[in-house]
């Protein structure tokens, strides 16, 4: 019933751009906060960016800053992540996450995978040197 499909990964050069796409469904969207999250193997799952649902503030990572955007459209129960400027460092699978509550008591917690209720199954973002 609850589902995040995630979609728009792929394969591309150093330097190149992609969108992901979060498309959620089964709960009130407008009201849960968002994550994304990636991980390689051998690796924990790290936060990359996240939105609120309140006004819809925006968190990033440090490795991400001023090179990824995310952003959220409720009326089609969407959320985004723009990257630009793509490193190799980027490949990972990428995953969003929903939680109706996470910066309930401090805002660290955005980028926290512990957070989150509900999760994606992910998609592939491949980055070539």
């Known amino acids: 019933e609850v589902q995040l499909v995630e979609s728009g990964g792929g394969l591309v050069q150093a330097g190149g751009s992609l969108r992901l796409s979060c498309a959620a469904s089964?709960?009130?969207?407008?009201?849960?906060?968002i994550g994304w999250f990636r991980q390689v193997p051998g690796k924990e799952r790290e936060g990359v960016s996240a939105?609120?649902?309140?006004?819809?503030?925006?968190f990033y990572a440090d490795s991400v800053k001023g090179r990824f955007t995310i952003s959220r459209d409720n009326a089609k129960n969407t959320v985004y992540l723009q990257m630009n400027s793509l490193k190799p460092e980027d490949t990972a699978v990428y995953y969003c996450a929903a939680d109706a509550y996470v910066g309930s008591y401090s805002d660290i917690w955005y980028l926290d995978r512990r957070a989150y209720e509900y999760w994606g199954q992910g998609t592939q973002v491949t980055v070539s040197s």
């Open positions: 089964g709960f009130t969207f407008e009201n849960y906060d």
């Open positions: 939105i609120s649902s309140s006004d819809e503030t925006t």
